[in-house]
């Protein structure tokens, strides 16, 4: 069974540039959810994808975006970034939407400078 | 709104001594509880989750919580540290409003040391 995987590890960019972060759900699971975990900080929930349509979104502003794909697959889009934006961003895979263990993926790390 | 506090920023124990990492919840339905655990650059781990069916959960790797009602309490529990347990601990509560259907609320963590 292969795991939650995310793309690239690191990424390093600048002010106001644009970044999409990508994530393979583990087998199976037909949910996706993505996390900011600021340096220090609990991760904190951006928004879920079930069946390729958003199903809930925490408190984050509209350059935060994304998709999922017919396959579960996963991408994570944010514009205009902020120096704010540098953290760690997990993806997690479930079974489902709302009962299931999340299973999380090892992040990808972004640095804007 | 559902919420989690963990009462510790920073535990630190000896190898071999009991671990206790504190977590109070706050949640106005029956909560679904979790503890996480996260070594040095790596994700997001499964312990162990409370869903009503006992109070008391035991998880991976040696580790327990008792979830108690009374106290709001959901702390996690080790009988003798071990030193690759030295992680960040994530106590977790199951969102169920709105935006947050189904979605995680963490705390802020508890780092734990432990010294040879």
């Known amino acids: 069974e292969t795991g939650v995987t995310q793309s690239p590890t690191h990424l390093i960019k600048t002010r106001g540039q644009q970044v999409t972060l990508r994530c393979s759900s583990q087998?199976?699971?037909?949910?996706v959810s993505w996390y900011q975990q600021a340096l220090g900080q609990g991760p904190q929930f951006i928004f879920q994808?079930?069946?390729?349509?958003?199903?809930g979104r925490g408190n984050f502003p509209p350059r935060f975006s994304g998709l999922q794909f017919p396959n579960y697959s996963s991408e994570l889009n944010v514009n205009a970034l902020e120096l704010d934006d540098s953290a760690l961003y997990l993806c997690?895979?479930?079974?489902?939407?709302?009962?299931?263990?999340?299973?999380f993926g090892n992040g990808t790390r972004l640095t804007v400078t | 709104a559902q919420s989690v506090t963990q009462l510790d920023s920073h535990v630190s124990v000896s190898e071999g001594t009991p671990v206790l990492l504190r977590c109070n919840y706050s949640?106005?339905?029956?909560?679904?509880l979790f503890w996480y655990v996260q070594h040095p650059n790596k994700g997001l781990q499964l312990l162990l989750k409370?869903?009503?069916?006992?109070?008391l959960v035991k998880g991976i790797n040696g580790f327990e919580a008792e979830f108690k009602k009374s106290e709001t309490s959901f702390h996690l529990t080790k009988p003798s540290a071990h030193m690759s347990d030295a992680a960040e601990y994530f106590c977790?509560?199951?969102?169920?409003?709105?935006?947050?259907?189904?979605?995680?609320?963490f705390g802020k963590g508890t780092k734990l040391s432990v010294k040879p």
């Open positions: 949640s106005s339905y029956s909560p679904s």
């Open positions: 994808y079930y069946r390729e349509e958003e199903n």
């Open positions: 409370y869903t009503s069916a006992a109070t």
């Open positions: 087998s199976g699971h037909n949910t």
């Open positions: 997690a895979s479930s079974l489902d939407r709302a009962y299931s263990p999340l299973h």
């Open positions: 977790v509560v199951r969102g169920v409003d709105g935006g947050s259907q189904g979605n995680l609320i």
